[in-house]
Each structure stands twice: as structure tokens, then as C-alpha cells.
């Protein structure tokens, strides 16, 4: 079982935070000058691991193992939010590549296939899953008309940092067997709990409604109370009363958010005469989701039937659904983690969407979770100690080991 | 008696409503250009009725008569809310300089002296009543640098528009012995009652208060429901109590309102962790107003007993006093209605504020009102009929000339 290089992991992290630091953050959005200068670094160091490195079409960083397969994919993005922490997708594409060295100077491992990765665009800077819809041929032309906050399309990003033409890199079913997405939890149900690693069961389904309510806009000192069709008071009624029916549907681990309310025309003088909210909840389980789903209906009806102001429900994106991770995969995860930390670990889904999420409709995937400070992400405070940083990675490579191991038995 | 040429009233409120029209409606906030375009056009309509016209150092338009006091006031303002009506404050205005014109046109009242004002910022768009608080001299150094919701102050638009320097006008006591505001119901008592005119007993006293809520921002996927401090959860929750509360100690004519919330920073995926809103409450009577103020306040001290969201209530503005309108003037209006339109009229409160409370401070005061079709104001849909609106200013035009005369006799 190879050991993984905890120092050279940390020091290859810190070297991938210096792109584009901000205090203890980083400002790294897709395919800025900061993300391409660090695609690049993150392929001079695939090469150094001893990976046929790339950027391809789209700004994912391959580095393919010289070795035949079955192959293991792993890795995670290297682009960050637009106030993002050090470790985020940052820490899963480290890992990929300290296994794939680790790996290749035991001679007891060196045979073994492991392709790193470095997604592009998971950030949804410019759209959504950029990296891993296009590895596994998801990505449609209006994906790359996609724009950012600054209007530029993907399309013309590509064009601008030289990447038009490019090949893109897809996946290949002939060598890869699974993909692996190492990490950070982004919540504290870890740090909480005292533990140390968390294996993914699944990733949560996210579904967002748009909630308007049509009142009658009119004087708020002329008009008398009874008269009102108060669409902000309906709006403040319907929050309340929907958050009792999500909470008596909800699962244990539902999750649900009002990020976004407001009132028009807005004037302290004026009685709302329109409002409008979008309510996002997510769970792990489509049942769930679905009686979620009622609820925020079924509260409308409710308001509808009694009046005086007209609610709406309209599902808001597109709804994402939860993805099962390998159940198999799951297994050489836990092992590997009750090897190194036992007792210390548990089965978990995963509150956040991942590119594994994307890939898992293709090939098999499994997701390992290392414990986040505070259960803070997004933010430029996000931090783990760096002891789990490293417990992490080898219980990671552990598995990769013996996933490939049992692959070439089966082969045999 | 002067008859009032209702054709010319109309054509003039139809020219009026061209400055900012959108649609049925009209967009003619202070300062902007089509408020400054219509308040050079009322000059010029002032110099018509045979006025001296200017505007003032605030925006103020002010129509001096040349026939020595006493004087009667008469006007309203010209600027609109952001989606406003067409008559609201427009109506006054051109009933005064209907008014002045047709006493200058019958030889029996051509002496009597009627001084026309379309008032500056009415609706608060940078500040409150700037034109009648600078015209009775309650301008403050403060309410110059309040400002627009784009962070203009009043100061800068001044400049903006090219009144820097230029004198303001001031109420003359030597000159002035009343004043006469004419408008609009902007509710549906007197159309509800299938009555043609109101006179205003008094002017409601408002307070608002700003209440905002600090909670803890944070990734709305992966904080558990149990771990969050929403602050847009909390404000929601608050404002379902309060209008629990306001109805328990409200009197038979108080309103409130809750015309503007914000949740920050207003995303989707994020937990607000701040939110904000202004409840504004109405009554006649102080006493009422002092319950209102006292459940705001208990409100939110309860909320802050139980957590976890930390809620704030401060005053918002300058709290405004109920006014009492004078009751000889009342007497004035009320005899010119009972002849025009018998046992048609009614005498009520305000339950909008109005330039009049803030010159009642200063001099006798009286309002009219004439119906809104059902009860809407301060919308584009705003309406009323043209009998009425004719109607209206016959009954004004009929009490200044009694008013007028009545000084002009008691002086001897």
C-alpha cells in the first residue's frame, strides 16, 4: 500500500493557493488570468508525476497515466468561487496528483493507472459543470453561449485564452473504471460529530421554485386595512406558514432557503402591490423532494383559495436530481477509512452539488469528505487542519489502490 | 361668484400628465427632467393666469397674484411617486391656477388675491415636503444632504438642476392668511359613501420605524436547518407577529404598512445574513400612535429573548404629528359644498400626509377632497372622474371667494 507524501501535498497546495491569493482566499473564477496561469502550473506538475498532461477545449487539466488500464479517474476543480477558499475543488485535484506519484514510486503500485483531473468551470462562473458535462460528452451548444456576470460567453472565454480548437478530452469507457472526488465537507456535521472522514452516500437533489404574489399596489395611508390586497403580507404569511409544511415533510437531512424576497414597487408609502421570493431545498431522496415540492404548492392553493392576493408557483432553473454514489466504491472508501482512522468516519450525503454529480450518470462514483472548520466554505476563512488534509489523501489513495487492485483481479 | 372654466382645468391636467406619462400613469419624481420640464410649464401656465411665476431655490413654483393681500394659498405639488397617478398633487396645482384665473376674469373678484404653489418633493423622494418646510422656513442643514435612492442629496440635485443661488420663497404673514389645499381622496370612503366631496377634519400623524435583523450568512446547501441564523426567516417571522399585534392596539382608522424588505445579499444558495424593513403606522391620534410604536418595540425585544437572529428597531425619519385643519376655513369649504353638491359631501380625516400639516404649523389650513375611483392612488391607475374633479374646484374656487371677501370685510 503506498504511502502518500503528506508534506509535498501541502507544500503543492500552498503553491496552488499563491494563484490568484487574496488574504487567506483566493479570487481564482474560470479562466482568469490567475485559473489559466495556475491550469498551467497544475500541468508542469502532472508531467513531474509522470502524466501525459493537457489543457484541453474547454480548460480541464488531464494528466493521463502512461500506464495501461483499467484507470481510476480523480480529481476535482481547480476554479473558485468569486470570494473562494483555499481548499474547495483545490484540495480533491492535489490529491489526484500526490496519488498518482505516490503510487508510481512503489514498485509495488507503479503499475497502477491513475488519470488526474482538474475540472473547468465548476464554479458555474460562466455556466454549469463546464468541465465534467464536456468529458462526458453533456455539453450542449447552448452550455457554451452561457455568459458570465460580464457577459462574456464561454465561447468567447475559450477564444480569448487561446483554447479554440483544442481537443477536448472525453471519457473513455474502454479504460476508465471510476471516478473519485475527494473533498472538503463545506458543512459541520464532521467537525460536530468529532470525525475525521466522511464517505458520500449520495449527492442532494436541488429544486427552486419562484413564488410571486399579485396584490393591488395602492396607498398604505388612504387605504383602510380591510380594503387591502397586500402582496408583501402575503409574501411574509406565506414564508411562515411554509416553512411549518416544509419542516413536517422534510427529511432528516432536507435543507431549504429564502435567499431572496422582494417587494414592488418597494416604497415605505405604498402598499406592495407584487412580490416575489424563490424558495431552493434539497435533499437526497426524489420523494422527499417531491413532497417538498407540494408543500410550496399546496400553501399557494391554500392562499389562493382564501385570497385576496394571487399566488404563483413556478419551478425556477433546472432542477437538479440527487445522485446515488457506487455503492462498491463506497465500500474500498470505508475500508480504507476504518484502516486509518477507525470508528472515526461515517456515511454521509453530500449537502453540496459536485462534478461527480455530472459523472455519475456515465461511470461509477464515490466522494470522500475530509471535516471544514466551522463548517465554513465559500468564504475566504474556509480552512481543515492539516492533519485531516492529509489523513484524507490517504485514505484516498488506499482505496484508489485497492479499487484498481480488485479491477485487475477481475481482469485477471 | 367666479365660475371655474372646467374645459381649460381638464386640458391643463392633460398637459400636466404629458410631463412623465407612462402609459395611464405618470413617472415625475423631483428633480428629474420631466419634473423640472412641467414645473418651467406651470410657471409659463402662471404668467398666463396673470401671475408673477418662479421657481424657487428648492424647486418650489411659485405664482405671486399682483393684487396686494390679503392672499389666499392655494396649490398642492407637482412631482409623483416612482409609478404615480396622474392627479395625486397635480390636480391642487392646476385647481389653483384655475381658481386664480377665473377670479381674475370676473370683474367682481378680480381684486382678490390668490398666490399659486405647486410645492417641491412632496412624495419624499429625496427628503419630506422640502418645498413646504423650506416655504414656512422648517428647512434644516440635514434635510438638504438627505437623499434619492441613487444617493443624490438634495444639495447635489439643486445643483444639478440649476438652482443653486437662487432664492427661496417664504411664507409673507404680512400677506398670507390662509391655505388651501385641494387633492384627491387616494382612498374609498367617499366613493364607498357615493359622496363628491370631503373636508378634512385632520391630517393623520406617521411613524415609521426601520427594523433590521443580523443573523449569519452562510452556504444554504450545506448549513444543517438546526445551525442557521436566518436573518430573512426572522424578518418574515417578525413581520406575521407585529400585524397580530398592530391589530390588537390599532384604533378604528389606523393603517400600517410594510412597503420595502430586503434580504442580504440576496442569493439563491445563501442564507441571508441581514435582512431589512420599514413599517410605517397612521393615526389621528398620538396616543394610538404611541401603542403602535410600543408593539414594534416588543416585537422585536421578544424576538431578541429567544435568538438567534438579533433584531434592531431605530425610527426612521421625522416621526409627523397629527394636524388639526382650521376650523373657520372648514366652514368655508363646507358651505361652498353643501350649495354645489347638498347633503354630497362629508366631513373626514386624512389618512395621507399632505404639504397642509406642514403649513398648518405656520397658518390656517383646509383640504378638499374629491373621490378616487375605487380608492386607488399612487398607481397608474389613479382616477377620477371629471364631473368630479370639475366639481372640486368650483367648490374651492367658491370658498376662496368667501374666504377672501370675509378678510377683506373684517379689515374693512
Keep these: 500500500m503506498a504511502e502518500i507524501d503528506g508534506k509535498r501535498l501541502l507544500a503543492g497546495l500552498h503553491k496552488l493557493r499563491s494563484f490568484g491569493a487574496s488574504g487567506s482566499g483566493v479570487v481564482r473564477q474560470t479562466f482568469s488570468d490567475p485559473d489559466m496561469a495556475a491550469r498551467r502550473w497544475l500541468c508542469d506538475e502532472l508531467t513531474l508525476a509522470g502524466l501525459v498532461a493537457s489543457i484541453d477545449g474547454v480548460g480541464n487539466v488531464v494528466g493521463r497515466s502512461q500506464n495501461p488500464g483499467p484507470a481510476l479517474i480523480i480529481g476535482s476543480h481547480s476554479d473558485t468561487q468569486p470570494n473562494g477558499g483555499w481548499l474547495d475543488g483545490a484540495m480533491g485535484v492535489m490529491y489526484a496528483i500526490e496519488i498518482a506519484r505516490a503510487l508510481r514510486e512503489d514498485p509495488a503500485t507503479a503499475h497502477l493507472a491513475v488519470d488526474a483531473v482538474a475540472w473547468s468551470d465548476e464554479e458555474g462562473t460562466y455556466t454549469t459543470f463546464l468541465g465534467s458535462n464536456s468529458f462526458v460528452g453533456d455539453l450542449t451548444d447552448s452550455m457554451l453561449q452561457d455568459a458570465n456576470a460580464e457577459g462574456e460567453t464561454v465561447a468567447e472565454a475559450i477564444e480569448r485564452v487561446g483554447l479554440t480548437g483544442t481537443p477536448r478530452q472525453r471519457l473513455d469507457l474502454g479504460r476508465h473504471v471510476a471516478y473519485l472526488e475527494p473533498h ?132 425556477q432553473r433546472q432542477p437538479v436530481a440527487p445522485a446515488d454514489m457506487d455503492p462498491e466504491l463506497r465500500g474500498h472508501l470505508a475500508a480504507a477509512a476504518e484502516q486509518r482512522v477507525p470508528a472515526e468516519w461515517v456515511d454521509m450525503p453530500s449537502a453540496a452539488v459536485h462534478d461527480a454529480m455530472v459523472i455519475s450518470h456515465h461511470l461509477p462514483c464515490a466522494m470522500l469528505f475530509i471535516p471544514s472548520i466551522g463548517g465554513v466554505s465559500h468564504d475566504f476563512s474556509e480552512d481543515s487542519t492539516e492533519l485531516d488534509i492529509v489523513t484524507g489523501c490517504q485514505v484516498v489513495a488506499d482505496a484508489s489502490f485497492s479499487i484498481l487492485n480488485e479491477q485487475r483481479l477481475s481482469i485477471g
Design 184 to 315: 472538503i465537507e463545506q458543512g459541520p456535521h464532521l467537525e460536530d460529530a468529532g470525525l475525521r472522514v466522511g464517505v458520500v452516500t449520495s449527492i442532494v437533489g436541488i429544486r427552486s421554485m419562484r413564488v410571486t404574489f399579485v396584490g393591488e399596489q395602492n396607498h398604505a395611508g388612504s387605504t383602510p386595512m380591510a380594503r387591502r390586497k397586500d402582496a408583501g403580507a402575503a409574501l411574509f404569511a406565506y414564508a411562515v406558514t411554509l416553512r411549518e409544511r416544509l419542516a413536517e415533510v422534510a427529511g432528516p437531512v432536507s435543507v431549504w432557503n429564502i435567499g431572496n424576497a422582494r417587494l414592488l414597487p418597494g416604497g415605505e408609502s405604498i402598499i406592495p402591490g407584487r412580490a416575489e421570493m424563490v424558495i431552493q431545498f434539497r435533499d437526497p431522496s426524489e420523494r422527499v423532494l417531491d413532497a417538498m415540492e407540494a408543500a410550496v404548492v399546496a400553501v399557494a392553493t391554500a392562499m389562493n383559495d382564501d385570497g385576496p392576493v394571487e399566488v404563483t408557483v413556478v419551478p
